[in-house]
């Protein structure tokens, strides 16, 4: 977990940068409702740096880290070169040659909402088809005996609940979803598999997550979408984007079928 | 013009400078993991300098030009050969229509650059021709070259093809210690564990490719026994995953992770990460941010001042 209260990089000289107290924009005051959200920029390397939110996941620290990556994107700054957000975190990057770390900082604090309450910004509920049928989920059983929930349960649940797109990584288009139900927790395969298909919906302890390549992959298998999650050819490549809503809706095999054709 | 590829190499892939813009859905930059010789063996032909070129490891292609074309090596020295003819790397070479060049081992470093004047025409995916391996997409169909493909040339460039002084790139800035500034969870290991770390010499893993070089040595421990919250990976972290055996991620490294970052390679010194070979002696040495920004712009001076007048 990341905890800093100050700049680091201890040089014997004293750094130009570590120096620059605004860049410790972090309000002391609490973050009560209105408040503005307490934050630190702090140097991850030569070419970015990371705003951390603090150091515990939580639904008011994503929709901070959400807020503060919008509002960088909606500033198309081409300083900026790219932007990462993370579980409490968002890591800013740029090219020293062109900018520099005291300018990066600036244009993040200008970027800040002034208060929690305005972190407003557009999200879309995307509903993604899922055939929950055994040849898709190989692992939809095990998942069942380890919940100690018959199979139907194990769909119902995983297809009821409503999740939050936290935020894109690992591979091309794989996105971190919060929100799962805790009672569908299951330890990902000892073995992981060599390929799994691209589409397919896994659960990885706490976590739920569509692959989006084909890829190696340890997460247990519960069913597949034949949408594709990720078209590198598309003007918009991925299906979801930080910040959305997601939600799985359960197709029989006849549906995903006809879907699937649709797609090509 | 058509380039006919007759044997592929080790993994020879499309690279430019990268794709930008892209990372919070999860996409790496790629691009040329070592970005100065790419940039010399484009200037070399008259190109852009982060015109789409070919980026060979450890063994190179053999290709086929359709017509006559003007073309330069750079970077890690390679046996190439049209012919009989040994080709001369960092420098622009003539090569008649139907002439075949043979790149053949890779004998210092790993990856070396062929650029052909006009670049190459692949189409941009995400503003970048850059092949994403893992992801499957840009460069030739989103992979390494295969027996038969053709490459086209493009129309890039038009600028008049440089020179380099003499001996302007065997003294490349900076030989020693990989440099690196103190990486977001440093603290998660102890002072003695990190000075060991700046002490201690790795050596390159065969396990490497373009997403991580990973090392072998003397394992760092971390004296935090949590796990991390997943967070955004800079370019040239230095992992540290529960084996203790460090990972410099770079090019085609997973944009976000979940181990501790020990260090981060300066900016600077990214080339160098491309060309160290499996077996290589690897160490760091710690600098500061200012010091790390002074050598990108001494290294942006040196690229301006290795061409005759």
């Known amino acids: 977990m ?11 000289a004293p750094e130009k940068f570590d120096s620059t107290v605004a860049l410790h924009y972090s309000s002391e005051r609490s973050s009560g409702v209105g408040a503005p959200p307490r934050m630190q920029i702090i140097p991850a390397s030569d070419s970015s740096l ?7 996941m939580s639904s008011e620290i994503q929709r901070q880290v959400l807020g503060m990556f919008h509002a960088l994107q909606a500033r198309q700054d081409v300083r900026i070169r790219n932007l990462h957000p993370g579980y409490v975190s968002l890591l800013v990057d740029f090219d020293p040659l062109d900018t520099t770390h005291e300018d990066v900082a600036e244009i993040i604090a200008i970027a800040a909402p002034r208060e929690s309450a305005s972190h407003h910004y557009e999200r879309s509920l995307v509903e ?14 095990n998942v069942a005996t380890h919940t100690k929930l018959p199979a139907e349960d194990v769909v119902r649940l995983h297809a009821g609940a409503t999740y939050d797109v936290v935020f894109l990584g690992f591979t091309a288009g794989f996105a971190y979803l919060g929100g799962m139900p805790e009672i569908l927790s299951t330890p990902r395969l000892a073995t992981p598999r060599r390929a799994v298909a691209a589409g397919s919906v896994g659960i990885a302890g706490g976590q739920t997550g ?37 939600r799985f809706v359960p197709i029989d095999r006849g549906e995903f079928e006809r879907l699937s054709r649709e797609r090509v | 013009m058509n380039i006919g590829v007759v044997k592929p190499g080790l993994s020879t892939t499309v690279q430019d400078r990268g794709r930008f813009g892209y990372a919070h859905l999860g996409i790496s930059p790629c691009g040329a993991a070592d970005a100065l010789s790419l940039r010399i063996a484009n200037l070399l032909v008259g190109n852009d300098e982060y015109a789409p070129v070919l980026e060979m ?25 049209v012919g009989q003819y040994r080709v001369a790397q ?9 002439g075949v060049l043979q790149c053949g081992s890779i004998t210092s470093g790993v990856r070396t650059y062929l650029a052909i004047q006009g670049g190459l025409d692949v189409p941009l995916v995400m503003g970048s021709a850059s092949t994403d391996l893992r992801g499957g997409f840009g460069g030739v169909a989103g992979r390494r070259l295969q027996a038969g493909d053709m490459l086209k040339t493009g129309t890039g460039g038009g600028q008049s093809p440089r020179r380099l002084r003499t001996g302007a790139v065997d003294d490349r800035p900076h030989p020693g210690p990989i440099r690196v500034t103190r990486g977001v969870q440093n603290d998660w290991f102890s002072p003695d564990e990190w000075t060991g770390f700046l002490a201690a010499g790795y050596v390159g893993s065969e396990q490497s490719d373009r997403a991580g070089l990973r090392l072998s040595g003397r394992p760092v421990k971390s004296s935090q026994s949590k796990q991390l919250l997943t967070d955004g990976i800079p370019l040239g972290a230095v992992q540290i995953p529960q084996d203790g055996q460090p990972i410099i991620l770079f090019v085609d490294q997973q944009t976000t992770g979940g181990y501790p970052k020990i260090a981060n390679v300066i900016a600077a010194d990214m080339h160098r990460i491309g060309q160290i070979r499996p077996r290589d002696d690897v160490r760091f040495s710690e600098v500061s941010l200012t010091v790390a920004i002074e050598a990108l712009r001494a290294q ?8 005759q007048k």
């Open chain 1, 50 to 56: 990371l705003i951390v939110f603090g150091d515990a």
């Open chain 1, 2 to 12: 990341i905890q800093k209260t100050e700049v680091r990089n201890t040089g014997s």
């Open chain 1, 210 to 246: 569509i692959y989006p390549t084909v890829t190696p992959g340890g997460w247990r298998l519960i069913g597949r979408t034949p949408l594709r999650m990720f078209d590198p050819r598309a003007s918009q490549p991925t299906l979801v984007v930080p910040g959305d809503q997601l």
């Open chain 2, 300 to 307: 942006q001076q040196w690229m301006e001042a290795i061409w």
């Open chain 1, 128 to 141: 993604i088809p899922v055939c929950y049928d055994t040849e898709f989920g190989p692992d939809l059983q």
């Open chain 2, 57 to 81: 490891t450890l063994l190179g292609a053999t290709l086929e030009f359709e017509q006559g074309a003007v073309m330069a090596l750079s970077g890690a020295r390679c046996d190439c050969k």
């Open chain 2, 90 to 98: 960092d420098s622009a070479v003539s090569i008649p229509g139907g």
